[in-house]
């Protein structure tokens, strides 16, 4: 039967089928064919192209192996890059977009198994963030771009910049002041003396209808009457009896406000303690003898949320711990474990922060915003309440 000719409805059903996506199982990877039903794909493995090229690809199959896992990584890298960026997204999502194409390299046809596998592969050659969710694995693009990392260099550089002018000029107005308060002389403090009265019969009284533009006249009277004695106010007007004011008291009552300086030292002050704060905090902070709950679930279930004691620290991020149940010993990373919070009442032991170290009594829970107050047990601040995320104490053994 001759071909069908090129206008004909055969042909153009033909063309317009192969437009779209076909079934994997009547796909050639090694001729890059694409058959649409069982025969055809049946014709195409007894064909002469087909069986040449299986020949080529017995004689070496790791390096057509190795090929076609290069290029399907280097495609769906390309995508997620030019796609999503930086942005964390699911593995699937990815994965759809990329064998939309018609002239995709099939997975069945590299290295890789499953999708799972590959994006395993993927975070442990550190091209991509990879984490398990309970809605399956998230991958994030990292870009190692040359041009991306001296930009981002170049903004590390502008930040330090404009924190060292911000240290700087914070000294600059620490010398000012303290240059201020040297130059400035000891101003002179009033003399205060008791209030006598050489007769008993006399009464000390003053004048409350004193205008308020004259009040600066009557305040020096007022301070005569201190030093010279008593006065006597006249017979028409209205009197009060003085009373006697405790001593140390302040006649005006009210608190000098903060100077301008005076705020910015204190802002630079916070500044400086959130510093010493944060540098205080450590990326490992397992301790011995506390309890601990294991979350991995490559142990299987026999260990999972089970709780244990932690008998010895391993270089930091390890820990050899004691299950409570079974007594058994197990080797594992910090990334598997994480911290028990007790009952309040109960002894805690902080594991991060400017209290690590430092053994307090659980005081209460805080449900909303992840935190607990404590009671410190130990140290210089023993006996003060302070606010500790759940993940920075665990309970003592």
């Known amino acids: 039967m001759g071909k069908a000719d090129f206008l004909s409805p055969k042909a153009i059903s033909n063309r317009i089928k192969s437009k779209g996506l076909q079934k994997l199982r009547w796909y050639c990877q090694m001729c890059q064919k694409q058959c649409r039903d069982e025969n055809g794909f049946k ?93 399956g694995w998230y991958i994030q693009y990292v870009d190692r771009d040359p041009e991306t990392i001296r930009r981002q260099e170049e903004q590390a550089r502008k930040k330090k910049q404009e924190l060292d002018d911000e240290e700087r000029s914070a000294k600059f107005i620490q010398e000012q002041v303290r240059r201020g308060m040297d130059g400035k002389e000891a101003e002179a403090q009033p003399v205060y003396t008791e209030l006598k009265r050489e007769s008993e019969e006399e009464k000390v009284a003053f004048n409350l209808s004193t205008p308020v533009a004259s009040s600066s006249r009557s305040s020096s009277v007022l301070g005569a009457t201190s030093v010279l004695g008593p006065l006597k106010a006249p017979a028409s007007s209205s009197s009060v009896k003085r009373k006697e004011a405790p001593p140390g008291s302040d006649s005006r009552g009210e608190k000098k406000k903060k100077s301008a300086l005076e705020e910015i030292m204190e802002l630079e002050e916070k500044k400086k303690k959130k510093k010493q704060s944060s540098a205080v905090r450590t990326d490992y902070w397992l301790q011995p003898n506390i309890v601990v709950k294991i979350v991995t679930k490559k142990l299987g279930e026999k260990y999972h949320k089970k709780k244990a004691v932690v008998m010895e620290v391993k270089e930091k991020y390890g820990a050899v711990v004691k299950l409570i149940d079974s007594g058994d010993k197990l080797k594992l990373d910090q990334n598997h474990l ?55 104490f665990s309970k003592l053994a």
């Open 338 to 392: 994480e911290t028990v919070i007790p009952a309040p009442g109960k002894r805690v032991l902080i594991l991060n922060g400017p209290y690590r170290d430092t053994e307090a009594l659980l005081e209460g829970i805080d449900e909303k915003k992840f935190s607990a107050t404590l009671m410190l047990d130990s140290g210089p601040q023993k006996g003060d309440m302070v606010d500790i995320a759940y993940e920075d």
């Open 43 to 135: 014709c195409h493995c007894m064909s002469e192209s087909h069986q040449r090229q299986l020949l080529l690809a017995s004689e070496n199959p790791t390096k057509f192996m190795d090929y076609f896992s290069d290029e399907f990584k280097s495609d769906f890298l390309e995508l997620l890059r030019r796609r999503f960026g930086t942005k964390r997204v699911h593995n699937n999502i990815v994965y759809n977009e990329y064998i939309s194409h018609r002239e995709h390299v099939h997975m069945n046809s590299t290295q890789w198994e499953t999708l799972t596998d590959f994006t395993k592969w993927l975070g442990r050659k550190g091209l991509c963030k990879v984490d398990e969710t309970p809605k």
